[in-house]
């Protein structure tokens, strides 16, 4: 599985965007997606993740009520709402895939997931 994230960009703050990760094959109702970023001279951080069945997710305490992670099973993608974008949302996106036997699973160790994206820049300016 390979999967494709896009919709990064330069954005001010307030702003919003909206990622999207297109995975290569059907992942369908499968597979747990979540969303991770990396600021620079930071380690990777989980962001959002989003349950097999999409009825559950999970949020970073920093990015509640601020992001929105979705997932569209027919169209095997996630996406990820940011809205009200401040400057330390600045870093590097990044999708993730992994099958789940749990219908209603969310992960959210980065060393779980199996299948990544390449990243999405977001850069916000202040």
């Known amino acids: 599985v390979q999967l494709q994230a896009s919709g990064g960009g330069l954005v001010q703050a307030g702003g919003s965007l909206r990622l999207s990760c297109a995975a290569s094959?059907?992942?369908?109702?499968?597979?747990?997606m979540g969303w991770f970023r990396q600021a620079a001279g930071k380690e990777r951080e989980f962001v959002a993740a989003i349950s097999r069945n999409g009825y559950n997710t999970r949020y970073a305490d920093s990015v509640k009520g601020q992001f929105t992670i979705s997932k569209d099973n027919r169209k095997n993608t996630v996406a990820l709402q940011m809205n009200s974008l401040k400057s330390e949302d600045t870093a590097v996106y990044y999708c993730?895939?992994?099958?789940?036997?749990?219908?209603?699973?969310?992960?959210?160790?980065?060393?779980?997931?199996?299948?990544w994206g390449q990243g999405t820049k977001v850069t916000v300016s202040s």
């Open positions: 094959k059907s992942t369908g109702n499968q597979h747990a």
């Open positions: 993730a895939s992994k099958y789940a036997r749990l219908m209603d699973k969310v992960t959210v160790l980065s060393d779980e997931y199996q299948y």
